[in-house]
């Protein structure tokens, strides 16, 4: 199977007949190179918020809602993408109103078949919990596929061991992001490539790219996409598999091999998933040594 991942750029949209024409070019120029499997980042849907206007678009609060409001809309041209080019698409995740409390973060995965599902983000960055406010959402999914199974570490939640442990039947982990600076950038980096390590399986990560003035909360953005692997028996040395251009638009694809995720979790040179709960007793009995 091959993926794509994205390097998305944000544009001020003047109709909503815009958005839809880029989104269709973005899939058709990525289903055209064969992607059965296409990620677009974190917080990507924030473009939706200019079809409200300059003041909406530039203030916290009312761009978190008028984003929100649009997503019924989004899901209806992202199921209709994904059933057009016969793809699995994580759309680009949103601020969501859901009842009566604060917005939480969630992506929307959508099948070639029509069905869809949605993964919250679990642990706010500070900038979410001290100027969006921003709440965690529902619980970890494990996406049962044709492709295989797929999980969903939303940016920051990569950063988190047990958070990859629970999804270590994921033969896939997408991981979109957004990210202000190049430290941003490669934490998430190394939390995508750490989990793939741990978990001996195939890391997806989607990146926001670019600078918008218009904004309060996707002003500044640093990033790349990237496909990782363990490196071990079938993969890159490196664990790097493909790497886009840092703050290029555009898409990067990988080949991937299921079979080469099962052969490297059953016979690799090493088995850290295996070999996960050997941890668990040693650091219950940490002992502290006065030298």
Excluded at 106 to 120: K, M, N, S, T
Aim: proline residues 4%; glycine residues 8%; negative net charge.
């Amino acid at each position: 199977m091959k993926v794509a991942t994205a390097a998305y750029n944000l544009d001020w949209l003047d109709s909503w007949a815009q958005y839809e024409d880029k989104l269709d070019r973005w899939v058709s120029d990525a289903a055209g190179q064969g992607a059965d499997l296409l990620v677009f980042p974190e917080y990507g849907a924030m473009e939706l918020s200019t079809l409200d206007g300059t003041e909406v678009a530039g203030d916290l609060e009312r761009s978190i809602r008028a984003v929100s409001d649009r997503m019924e809309d989004v899901q209806a041209l992202h199921a209709r993408l994904a059933r057009a080019h016969q793809a699995y698409i994580l759309g680009a995740s949103a601020p969501v109103v859901d009842g009566p409390d604060r917005p939480i973060n969630r992506a929307v995965l959508y099948a070639p078949d029509g069905g869809q599902d949605h993964q919250d983000k679990q642990i706010m960055t500070r900038f979410e919990r001290e100027d969006w406010d921003v709440a965690a959402g529902g619980p970890l999914k494990l996406f049962d596929t044709a492709l295989g199974k797929i999980g969903m570490l939303i940016c920051y939640d990569s950063e988190f061991p047990l958070l990859g442990r629970a999804l270590r039947d994921a033969d896939f982990i997408l991981v979109p992001s957004c990210t202000e600076a190049l430290s941003g950038y490669w934490r998430v980096r190394i939390g995508a490539m750490s989990r793939a390590l741990e978990n001996q399986c195939v890391t997806i990560m989607s990146s926001l790219v670019g600078n918008n003035e218009w904004s309060q909360a996707v002003d500044m953005n640093t990033g790349a996409g990237g496909v990782f692997g363990p490196p071990d028996k079938g993969f890159p040395a490196t664990g790097v598999m493909a790497e886009g251009t840092l703050n290029q638009p555009g898409w990067t694809y990988a080949e991937v091999d299921r079979a080469a995720i099962a052969n490297v979790r059953a016979d690799g040179h090493v088995l850290n998933r295996t070999h996960w709960d050997e941890q668990l007793p040693r650091v219950d009995s940490v002992t502290l040594s006065a030298l």
